[in-house]
């Protein structure tokens, strides 16, 4: 829920922090007796042996991951298609604002007929975008 209620947050550009519970160490009893890694300030001590290992294994991972990248078609499908997402997100389309075409900066006496047409048919989605927006800014914050 912290997670939706942050993304609504941020869509609406509301800069709320949200307090998100945990338990203290005191209402946990099975860490009374168990360290965590961030807790010990020390560095950890790696062997000869065990970092060549590590250095092997990274090696390895790197060069898969180039063999992988090299030709993967469905990464590059999705990233050009849809920027990199699976699922389209209709509340993010509504936060982006419409492309004017070039001719709606000319002079209303500088317009040609079909530019006239293409004109009022364009202010004419964009009053039904922005009011589509302000439904969904509606339904966001209630």
């Known amino acids: 829920k912290n997670l939706?209620?942050?993304?609504?947050?941020?869509?609406l550009k509301v800069d709320e922090k949200l307090v998100k519970p945990s338990l203290d160490a005191e209402e946990q009893p099975e860490r009374?007796?168990?360290v965590q890694d961030e807790e010990v300030t020390v560095e950890k001590y790696i062997s000869d042996e065990?970092?060549?290992k590590m250095e092997e294994k990274a090696k390895e991972d790197e060069e898969r991951k180039l063999k992988e990248k090299a030709d993967n078609w469905r990464e590059r499908a999705l990233d050009l298609m849809m920027?990199?997402?699976?699922?389209?997100?209709?509340?993010?389309?509504?936060?982006?604002?419409?492309?004017?075409?070039?001719?709606?900066?000319?002079?209303l006496t500088?317009?040609?007929?079909?530019?006239?047409?293409?004109?009022?048919?364009?202010?004419?989605k964009e009053a039904a975008f922005l009011e589509e927006r302000e439904k969904m800014k509606r339904a966001l914050e209630a």
Request: proline share 2%; hydrophobic share 35%; aromatic share 6%.
């Open 32 to 34: 009374l007796l168990s």
């Open 50 to 52: 065990v970092q060549k």
């Open 83 to 107: 920027a990199g997402r699976l699922e389209a997100n209709a509340e993010e389309d509504l936060f982006k604002d419409l492309a004017r075409p070039d001719f709606m900066n000319k002079d």
């Open 110 to 124: 500088e317009l040609t007929e079909d530019e006239i047409r293409l004109k009022h048919d364009f202010e004419k």
């Open 4 to 11: 939706r209620i942050n993304k609504i947050a941020h869509d």
